[in-house]
C-alpha cells in the first residue's frame, strides 16, 4: 500500500498533498514511515510538519498547540483595513502569533506586541512574531502587558476559544485530542473569554482603535453584545467561502 493509499484510508481528504508535504520535510525514509504513522494515529499535520501555512507564510507549529486555521484569513484582512504603517498591533491570545505575524507581514512598519496564558503558544509566537520584530509576553490576557501600551492599542486582535463546552466533544479529534482545552473552551455559550476581552479592551485602545475578535456564527450575537455593553459600536462580518465570522468593534 501506498503512503497515498495509507493516509486516504485512514481519513485524510488531502491525502496526495499531505503525502508530498510529509515526503519533502522527512529527512530519511525511517523518518518519513513515523511521520507517516503518527498522522494515520490522528495527529495534526502541521505538528508533524511543523509548521503552518497561514496567509503566505511559514508558521512554526509544535505539539500541544492550536493550529492555526485558514478562517482566520478573514480577520487578517479586515485588520489591514483598518490601520497603517506606525500602527500599534496587539495580537492577545496569540496562539502560534499567526495573526500579528500575518497583520506584519502585510503593513510592513507596526509596532506589533503578542501575548498568551499556554507556555508552549508563547515559544512558538516568540519565533513567529520576531520574525516581525515583536514582543510576546506570557500571563493571562492582559496582566503581563506593559503599562505603557494603555491607551494606545490602535489594533486589538483576538482569536480567543469561542467553542461551547459541550460542544467539544463534537470537535474533529485532531482538534479535541491534540490542541489544549484552554485554546477551545469558551465556556457555556462560547463566549466567556470574548466578555473579558472587551471588558477591558477600551482602556487599552488608542482614541478611533478597533477591537477585531474571531467568532462562531452562533456566538456572534453574545460578541457583539459584549463590546457594545463596554462602549464599543459592533460590526459582524461573515465570509460563508472560509466559514469564518469576525466582530469589529470600533472605539471611541
Not at 40 to 55: K, M, R, S, T, Y
Not at 174 to 180: G, I, Q
Request: aromatic residues 4%; proline residues 6%; charged residues 20%.
Amino acid at each position: 500500500m501506498t503512503i497515498i493509499e495509507k493516509l486516504r484510508a485512514a481519513g485524510c481528504v488531502f491525502a496526495e498533498d499531505e503525502a508530498r508535504l510529509l515526503g519533502i520535510e522527512a529527512r530519511t525514509p525511517a523518518e518519513l514511515d513515523t511521520m507517516v504513522q503518527r498522522r494515520i494515529d490522528g495527529e495534526p499535520l502541521e505538528v508533524i510538519l511543523g509548521w503552518a501555512e497561514f496567509h503566505g507564510l511559514h508558521i512554526t507549529v509544535e505539539p500541544g498547540v492550536f493550529v492555526p486555521r485558514q478562517r482566520s484569513e478573514l480577520l487578517v484582512r479586515h485588520a489591514v483595513t483598518l490601520a497603517g504603517p506606525g500602527a500599534i498591533v496587539l495580537d492577545l491570545c496569540c496562539g502560534t502569533g499567526a495573526l500579528g505575524a500575518a497583520i506584519a507581514a502585510e503593513l510592513g512598519d507596526i509596532r506589533l506586541y503578542a501575548a498568551d496564558i499556554e507556555p508552549a503558544a508563547v515559544r512558538c509566537a516568540r519565533v513567529n512574531v520576531a520574525k516581525a520584530g515583536g514582543e510576546v509576553f506570557e500571563g493571562d490576557l492582559y496582566e503581563p502587558l506593559p503599562a505603557s501600551l494603555r491607551g494606545h492599542v490602535d489594533l486589538l486582535v483576538v482569536n480567543a476559544p469561542y467553542v461551547p463546552t459541550d460542544a467539544i466533544a463534537m470537535m474533529p479529534p485532531e482538534a479535541r485530542d491534540h490542541e489544549p482545552r484552554i485554546a477551545l473552551d469558551g465556556g457555556q455559550d462560547g463566549v466567556d473569554v470574548h466578555r473579558r476581552v472587551a471588558a477591558e479592551a477600551p482602556q487599552w485602545l488608542a482614541p478611533g482603535g478597533h477591537l477585531l475578535i474571531e467568532t462562531g456564527e452562533s456566538q456572534a450575537a453574545n460578541t457583539a453584545e459584549a463590546m457594545a455593553h463596554n462602549g464599543l459600536t459592533p460590526e459582524v462580518i461573515t465570509d460563508d467561502e472560509l466559514y469564518a465570522t469576525i466582530v469589529v468593534g470600533a472605539g471611541g
